[in-house]
């Protein structure tokens, strides 16, 4: 059975993250640890607040029952934070069922979906020099599909907001 080429890549990307998260989880452990053997216990707790909240966006991800969609979402919140941008994720809570998604998701979406969220990446480079960037991302039910909307902003500018839709054509009766 031969995986599609962007299926590929995400799992190529994905243990990247893995590898990339290890190090960071490292980090934040010497981090932790530092503090606490210079006797600042409120300074390691501050730290530990700042890294969890960050996981907790990463870890709604992983009520998607829809594997490569999850995928792909988890990539764009890595890359996000990679560039300095603090994300927030939100959906309906009917996305976190399996039926769901039956109804929901066609493998044609991947393709689109992957080239939308590397987009928003590209984008968000380039807001690299700004200070405070922030990026919410929603995903919203469509009847027969879903949409998925990026928006990086400023603490004054909207840079970005696209959002892209992906529904089932109907059948021509």
Not at 13 to 42: A, K, T
Not at 119 to 148: H, I, K, M, W
Request: glycine share 6%; proline share 5%; with cysteine.
């Amino acid at each position: 059975m031969m995986m599609p080429e962007v299926e590929q890549v995400l799992l190529s990307e994905l243990l990247q993250w893995y590898s990339l998260q290890r190090h960071d989880f490292m980090n934040h452990w010497q981090v932790i640890m530092g503090n606490l053997q210079l006797h600042q216990p409120e300074k390691a707790l501050a730290y530990m607040r700042e890294t969890v909240a960050v996981q907790e966006q990463e870890q709604k991800i992983a009520h998607i029952q829809e594997p490569t969609l999850a995928a792909i979402l988890l990539g764009l919140m890595i890359g996000l934070r990679q560039e300095g941008i603090s994300a927030t994720i939100d959906f309906p809570e009917g996305m976190k069922k399996e039926g769901f998604w039956r109804d929901h998701w066609r493998e044609e979406y991947l393709e689109g979906l992957y080239g939308y969220t590397r987009e928003c990446l590209e984008v968000s480079s380039q807001s690299r020099p700004l200070l405070n960037v922030t990026a919410e991302v929603y995903l919203f039910d469509e009847p027969g599909g879903l949409s998925c909307q990026v928006i990086l902003e400023d603490e004054d500018t909207v840079l970005f907001d696209k959002m892209v839709r992906f529904a089932i054509s109907p059948s021509p009766e």
